[in-house]
Structure formats: structure tokens, C-alpha cells
């Protein structure tokens, strides 16, 4: 050995114990890119530290700092230049909070990132409602801060919680495990795609201290050109959220398509890989398209381009932003659908009826959600000739979306269905989403939307279909797949209060909002006129009960990840491949080959016994395969 | 074997009984929707009540599917601890009916109601008739101005006759508003750079002060004032109305 490489490793080594605190460094790097960018820009182009142009400045190399710090750099940088991939994955707990590239880490990461953007977007939305109990309240500092806890909730909902919450949860815990394989195709990609999701949620986090925002998600132009610095941040954590959402796009689309056990064909893969796999196509094409929209906003505020002010096209953007927005919807929910479908044989004990019906729901729901976001722009006055084209595409779009429910009423018609926890959010997802895909129906009807559009009826539409639809989903998958991650079984009693608890607030905020919205309450607005204030008095006191039933599961599933019963592999005697495998599954999932069978098959299957025996008896096959 | 004829019928009856209840349960919303106060808005509460009335036994078909399904559950179980049990993987009249009533019925949304009140609502003629009355309305960040260019007129209160065809010409100046009266179940937005149209006709005498659905409302976010953007409606009858007009031109001189 030569003094050369002696002294390669000795500095090998410091930077093994610096990378000791992952988190740390990326903590510092990312502050130091951040001051880096800022002050350079504020010293060349503008005079202030936290002018636009030094923020973006900042956050791009912040964002940068961020990445290298937390993993990146050993992952990436170190192999490009020769070095060998040398990245400290820590064990136990510690795995959580590093650059991981296993895809259950990575899973458990998003899931858990999610609900925490849950609860923080969630108490917004409890802000919001005490704004809302009386006309002339002034909860916020003006009526410019409910503004911009309108844009923090649905921003950090659609792009933090509801696009991330199953894709990169469930989609990267269980899809791999379904199909057979021992990781994602890309695990390094896949590692980095979370690690960009808390630097998004923490710039729109950031925003309200930069001036706010208050153009909402949807960040129409012109105000969005004129409103507050905040809503750079806004677009660059958008960007950021975009990027790992392409990644793991295309990271689960080459997973399925390659990684797939051999003889597990495209026509035997469980209903929720086939969710997995239509939304990812999805993301992986419309991503862009908010991105390139959002890009030209940021242009249009710190390089005066005029795209989308009024000496340019405001409406273009509408365009842009819509082209991904309605794909994007369909996105949040194809998971949800995939989920219950999944779930669904396993708690009726019966075939999933219609499997094709699904596929192929599936497939045409993603190429027509391509086809229909003028639906949003029917009151912009947009050329008369997009009216009824749009119109005839978004009634036409249930005809698939119907296809779910054929399966579930097929399935469920005649099973022996338990109603367990994760069956009851299924059950309860199947009711909402009803309301919300029916009333869908209203809204595509393009001389309804002349009163509709801008009121609450909406704002009560689209809570349906990704509140009481998603987000119930989200939940069932998180009780379904809770001792399969965990190893530990939660508390079926409170499960089900749970359910009761969430599913009846729920209706009751939800529900009288439709009303509102035919009573004349517009949305958006931190103020209204006295004679909309009872039905607001009831839908604020229903909200506060829907709010804190979130504390319920919060207590009782960190208790029970903990200190739980312990769980056995396969508690619902389900069929699927992560059932065949012990809880938590070791690190590469299958110690012998999976053995593929038909998936749904529950013919003469034994009854669903509760409480499952968490010991099952040696040599008695536990999977369901037999 | 007692389920397999009893849980159907069981069904079917549930769901006449509900669809019963349902209907007269949108008869009672119906009667209840705010006031209309334009031929339009007339057109749009029809429609809403036809897309009511069509989609309540959707509704309760689905919710009697998964209740009797639950209901049935236990004999379900015994079924199958008596024997062997075959699950259907499809039911090939069930879904082939299932996907040709969803489609006619979307269909119908489609070429029925929805092209029929395109033409009659939205698709007005390019240019004003001359018998209507324009009505230009200008959105600011947070205020409108009414413009009635054939009157000589500007106002800050949006003031109608009863009984006319009003067409509205609308834009803004500064970021996107939306122009929205409730009472008439219209809106259409103010964009910056253009001119929207939308063509109301007036069909009763209304003001804010005795409904408040009959005022302008903004409906498109826009900034800090969005939610007291409004102006007041005074939908008057036609020598009021003139009456009004003399009055503001008295007021704002030549």
C-alpha cells in the first residue's frame, strides 16, 4: 500500500463520520447552499437577502445541499467519479431518517411524511373553519392570511399528502412485494425521490414567513405574478414534489414491468400493482406539464416575460395548469380504487368479481382523464366550441370509473364479509366516493357549472372524491398493511370507533356544504353574508369533531407500532405475496422463490377467523396458498 | 338455499322503498332552492332537479347493494361451510346491463339537458341584439363598475329592468375576478385582456336588500378583498328603471 491511498482513506473515513448524522449534514448543507445562493444573488442582481431572486437562488442550491447531505453525495457523486457506493443505510429506527434504499424504509418515509403533512394541512383547515363560524371573524392577521391558509391546506393536501401519501407509500412497500421482487428497479432513485418530498413540504411550510401566498394551489395568473414572495416558494416546492414524483413514476413502472416473479403474468397482477401502474403513467406524463406552467409564473414574476399578465395569456395557463390537473386528480384517486378493490376479496372471503372489468377501467379512465380538463374552464369563456366536446368527455369518464363499483357490488353481492377495520373504510369509501363521483355528474354539465363553479358545491364535490375517497382508502391500506409493516397487530375495538367517529363527521361537515354552495356560498372567502351563518355554524362544529378524530388513531397507532400484540404473517388469511412472507419481512423479502397462484381465488377458502391467531401452530402453512 | 331467492327480492323491494323516499326527498330540496330570478337560472334549476331526480336511484341502488350484501353475510358464511362454493368471476349479463345503462344514462346527460341548455344559455349570439340591453362590467381588485353604454349611464350598484334581455360584457382590469349573481344561477370571469360575454334575462322584480342572492358576487379568487367583492342588484320594473336612469344622468351631468 502506498502513503496515496493511506491518506484516500483516512479521508474516506472522516467523511463515513460525518455522514454518521445524515440528517445533520444535510440540515447544515442545505443552509449553507441556501445562504450561498442568496447572498450572491442578492449581491449581484438585487439588494435584499430575501428578495425573489436570491430565494430561488437559495432554495436551488439549498435544495442541492439537501440531497448531497442527506445521501446523496456517497450515492451519487463519490460512484460517478470511480468511487465504490459507500452510504451508511443505519439499522433499526435509524434507517428512517437516512438515505435508505430499501423500498419498505422508503415506503414507511413517505407514508409517514404524509400523515404528518395530513395532520399539519388538517389543523390549517381547523383555522380556517373558526375563521368561517361567524361572518366578521378575524382569526388570521386579515383576511390576506386566510387567504394564504387556504393556499398552505390545499397545497400541502393535493401535492404533500393525497399525490405521495399511496403512491410512495403503499407503491413502494407492497408493490414489489406483490409482485415478487426483492426491491424497487432503481432502489438509489428510489431512495433520493423521498428525500426531495420534506424539502417541498417544508417550502410551502416556509412561504408564510416570505410574504405568503395566496393565489391557492391552483396559482392562477395574473395574481399569482402579483401576489406575495411566498408563492416562489410555492412553485419551487411544487417542482420539488414533481421531480420525485416523475422518479418514482418511473422507478414503479420499470419495477412491474421487469421485477415481476417469473410466471406472474400482466393478466394475474393484483388489482392494486395495476392501480400502481396506470398512475405512474399518469405522473410520469402530466408531472411536466405543471412544472412548465409554474415555471413560466416564476418567470413572469422576477424576469417580467409577460406570459400569462394581462399583456399575455392568462388563460394559457389555466390550460397548462389543467392539462396536468385533471390527469392529477385521477392520480390522488386510481390508488384509492386500488386499495378497496384489493381489499374487498380478502374481508368478503370471495373472487374479485370482474377483474378484467377493472383492467380495463383502469386503462381507459387514464387515457380519457387525458381528455377532459376544460371542464375546469367552462366559465373563463373559452371558445364556445370546447364546451360540449369537454362535456361529453367528463360525463363519459364514469362509465369506466362505474367499473369499480360493479367490481365491488359483484364482489361483495353473497360474501362473507367481516366487517373488520380496513373493510369498514373500504365500505365507507365506496359510500363517499358515490356522493362524489355522482355529484361529479352535476358539475360536468356545462349550464350547471354557469351556477356551480367557484362555490361550495365544489369545494363538498372534491372533498368526496379525495377526502372521503383517498384519504379512506389511505386509511384502510394503513390498517390493512399495520401488521405487516409494524409486526404488531392495533386494537380492533378502537379501529372501528375510529371508523365510526371519522365516517360520521365526515358526512355531516361534508354533506350540508353541497347546500351551501346552492345558498350562494362562493369559496375561498374568509368572510360571508349573515344569512349563510347557520349552515356555516354546523359545518365548523361537525368539522372540529371530524378533527379530532384524527387524534384517535394518531395515540393508538403509535402505541400499537410499539407495544402491540404481536402480529402474525398473515392475519387476514389474505392471498397476495406480501402475506407469504413473515412481519416485518426481512430486508429482501423473499427467502425462497414466490409461488404464484391465482391471487383472488377464495373458493372454498377457510372463513376469516378473528382475531387471527397470532402464533399459528408449526408446520401449518399460514399464506392462504394451499 | 332460503337466501339465494330471499336476499334478492329483500333487495329489489329496498330499493323501490328507498328510491320512493329519495325522490321525495329531492321533491323537498327542490322546493327549497333559492330564488330565481332570470329565465337562465330557471333553465339551470330544471336541469339540476332532472340530475336529482335521475341520479337518486344510482344512489340507492348502490347503497341497497352494500347493505343487503352486509345483511347477507352470515348466511353467505353458513352456504359455504354447508359445501362447496364456486365464486362468479364475472357475470357476464350483469356487467354487459351494468356498462349499457351507465352509458345511455351519461349519454342522455350529454345530449339531453347538457347540449340542450348550451344552446339554449351559453351559446348567445356574437353580437348583441338591439333590443338588448349591454351592460359593460369592468372588475378591479375589489370593486365592479356597470357601464350601460346605450344610457350614457355608470354605477357602482348593478340596477336592471324586469322582463329584458341583458347582456353582460365582461373583463377586468387588473387579475382574474368572476362575475356571479346567484339569484340568476350565472357567471362567467373577468380576464384581464378580454371581453367575456353572457346573456341574462331578467324575470322578476329583486333587489339585495330583500334577498341576498340577488347581488354580485366575485367567485374567482383574487386577492385580499375576494370576499367583500360584491355589489348590489336592483332588478326594478321598466319605468322604475327609467325613472333611475333620468335620475343618474341628472346626477352625472352630460
Known amino acids: 500500500m502506498s502513503d496515496r491511498s493511506d491518506i484516500s482513506v483516512a479521508r474516506g473515513s472522516r467523511w463515513m463520520a460525518f455522514s454518521r448524522a445524515p440528517l445533520l449534514r444535510a440540515v447544515v448543507w442545505a443552509a449553507a447552499g441556501f445562504l450561498l445562493g442568496a447572498e450572491v444573488t442578492a449581491a449581484l442582481v ?84 373558526i375563521e368561517l363560524m361567524k361572518p366578521g371573524l378575524n382569526v388570521f392577521s386579515g383576511p390576506g392570511g386566510y387567504n394564504q391558509a387556504v393556499s398552505l391546506h390545499g397545497t400541502l393536501m393535493i401535492f404533500g399528502v393525497a399525490a405521495v401519501g399511496i403512491v410512495g407509500g403503499f407503491g413502494n412497500y407492497v408493490v414489489p412485494i406483490m409482485i415478487g421482487a426483492e426491491d424497487m428497479a432503481y432502489p438509489r432513485l428510489n431512495a433520493v425521490s423521498y428525500w426531495f418530498v420534506p424539502m417541498g413540504v417544508l417550502a410551502f411550510l416556509a412561504a408564510p414567513f416570505l410574504g405568503g401566498w395566496e393565489s391557492g394551489w391552483t396559482a392562477y395568473p395574473p395574481l399569482s405574478v402579483t401576489d406575495g414572495t411566498g408563492q416562489v416558494l410555492a412553485v419551487l416546492g411544487v417542482l420539488t414534489l414533481g421531480i420525485s414524483s416523475v422518479a418514482s413514476g418511473i422507478n414503479l413502472l420499470a419495477t412491474v414491468y421487469h421485477l415481476r416473479a417469473p410466471g406472474l403474468d400482466w393478466r394475474q397482477l393484483p388489482v392494486f400493482v395495476w392501480s400502481m401502474v396506470v398512475t405512474s403513467v399518469l405522473n410520469v406524463a402530466f408531472v411536466p406539464f405543471v412544472g412548465t406552467a409554474l415555471v413560466l409564473v416564476a418567470m413572469d414574476r422576477v424576469a417580467g416575460t409577460h406570459f400569462f399578465t394581462k399583456d399575455g395569456l392568462p388563460l394559457l395557463y389555466q390550460d397548462l395548469f389543467w392539462i396536468f390537473g385533471h390527469p392529477e386528480v385521477y392520480i390522488l384517486i386510481l390508488p384509492g380504487f386500488g386499495i378497496v378493490l384489493e381489499l374487498l376479496p380478502v374481508f368478503a372471503r370471495k373472487t374479485l368479481f370482474g377483474y378484467k372489468w377493472v383492467v380495463g377501467g383502469f386503462l381507459a379512465v387514464m387515457l380519457m382523464s387525458m381528455t377532459v380538463w376544460d371542464h375546469h374552464m367552462y366559465t373563463t369563456g373559452i371558445s364556445n366550441a370546447r364546451l360540449v366536446p369537454f362535456m361529453t368527455t367528463t360525463e363519459m369518464i364514469s362509465v369506466p370509473t362505474g367499473f369499480v363499483y360493479l367490481a365491488a357490488l359483484g364482489t361483495l353481492w353473497g360474501g362473507r364479509i367481516r366487517l373488520t377495520t380496513p373493510m369498514l373504510f373500504c365500505l365507507g369509501f365506496l359510500f363517499n366516493f358515490l356522493i362524489g363521483g355522482l355529484t361529479g355528474v352535476f358539475l360536468a354539465d356545462v349550464a350547471l357549472d354557469f351556477q356551480m363553479q367557484d362555490t361550495f358545491f365544489v369545494v363538498a364535490h372534491f372533498h368526496y372524491t379525495i377526502m372521503g375517497g383517498m384519504v379512506f382508502a389511505l386509511i384502510a391500506g394503513i390498517y ?142 399460514v399464506a392462504g396458498n394451499d | 338455499m332460503r337466501g339465494r331467492t330471499l336476499y334478492p327480492v329483500l333487495a329489489g323491494a329496498a330499493w323501490v322503498v328507498l328510491t320512493v323516499l329519495a325522490e321525495a326527498g329531492v321533491n323537498g330540496l327542490v322546493a327549497h332552492f333559492p330564488v330565481v330570478a332570470s329565465s337562465q337560472g330557471q333553465l339551470i334549476d330544471d336541469t339540476f332537479a332532472l340530475l336529482l331526480r335521475v341520479t337518486a336511484p344510482v344512489f340507492t341502488f348502490v347503497v341497497v347493494a352494500l347493505a343487503v350484501s352486509i ?138 336588500r330583500d334577498d341576498p342572492t340577488a347581488r354580485v358576487q366575485c367567485a374567482e379568487l383574487c386577492g385580499i378583498g375576494h370576499p367583500n367583492m360584491r355589489a348590489a342588484v336592483q332588478v326594478l320594473p321598466p319605468d322604475a328603471f327609467d325613472a333611475w336612469v333620468t335620475q343618474q344622468k341628472a346626477q352625472q351631468g352630460p
Open chain 2, 71 to 208: 345483511a347477507s353475510a352470515g348466511e353467505a358464511r353458513r352456504l359455504a361451510a354447508a359445501g362447496e362454493v364456486r365464486y362468479a368471476r364475472d357475470n357476464r349479463f350483469f356487467s354487459w346491463t351494468w356498462f349499457a345503462v351507465s352509458f345511455i344514462l351519461n349519454a342522455y346527460f350529454v345530449f339531453g339537458p347538457g347540449v340542450h341548455d348550451v344552446n339554449a344559455i351559453v351559446l348567445g349570439p356574437d353580437q348583441p341584439r338591439p333590443t338588448d340591453l349591454v351592460v359593460q362590467v369592468e372588475a378591479h381588485q375589489w370593486g365592479w363598475d356597470f357601464i350601460y353604454p346605450s344610457l350614457g349611464v355608470k354605477s357602482q350598484t348593478l340596477v336592471l329592468p324586469v322582463h329584458r334581455e341583458i347582456r353582460f360584457d365582461v373583463t377586468s382590469k387588473d387579475v382574474i375576478h368572476s362575475f356571479w349573481i346567484p339569484a340568476f344561477r350565472m357567471k362567467i370571469d373577468a380576464v384581464p385582456g378580454r371581453i367575456n360575454h353572457i346573456t341574462v334575462t331578467t324575470t322578476r322584480v329583486i333587489s339585495t
Open chain 1, 480 to 621: 390493512y398493511w399495520f401488521p405487516k409493516m409494524s409486526g404488531r397487530m392495533y386494537h380492533e375495538g378502537l379501529g372501528r370507533l375510529h371508523f365510526w367517529w371519522m365516517f360520521i363527521a365526515y358526512n355531516a361537515t361534508f354533506l350540508p356544504m353541497f347546500w351551501a354552495g346552492v345558498e350562494g356560498m362562493n369559496r375561498r372567502v374568509a368572510d360571508y353574508l349573515p344569512y349563510l351563518q347557520p349552515i356555516n355554524e354546523w359545518v365548523s362544529a361537525a368539522a372540529f369533531v371530524l378533527g379530532a378524530s384524527f387524534v384517535l388513531p394518531a395515540v393508538h397507532l403509535t402505541y400499537a407500532w410499539v407495544r402491540g400484540e404481536e402480529a402474525s404473517s398473515n392475519p387476514w388469511r389474505s392471498r397476495t405475496l406480501e402475506w407469504t412472507i413473515p412481519s416485518p419481512p426481512p430486508k429482501e423479502n423473499f427467502h425462497e422463490p414466490p409461488r404464484i397462484v391465482d391471487f383472488y381465488d377464495y373458493d372454498g377458502a377457510e372463513d376469516l377467523e378473528w382475531p387471527a391467531p397470532s402464533h399459528p401452530a408449526p408446520g401449518v402453512p
Open chain 1, 46 to 129: 438585487s439588494d435584499t437577502l430575501l428578495s425573489q431572486d436570491a430565494v430561488i437562488a437559495g432554495y436551488a442550491l439549498a435544495l442541492l445541499g439537501w440531497i448531497l447531505g442527506i445521501g446523496g453525495w456517497e450515492a451519487f457523486v463519490v460512484p460517478w467519479f470511480g468511487g465504490e457506493y459507500r452510504v451508511d443505510e443505519g439499522t433499526g429506527r435509524s434507517r428512517y431518517f437516512r438515505f435508505n434504499t430499501d423500498h419498505k424504509v422508503v415506503g414507511i418515509q413517505y407514508l409517514v411524511t404524509a400523515l404528518a403533512t395530513l395532520l399539519i394541512a388538517g389543523s390549517i383547515a381547523m383555522l380556517m373553519r
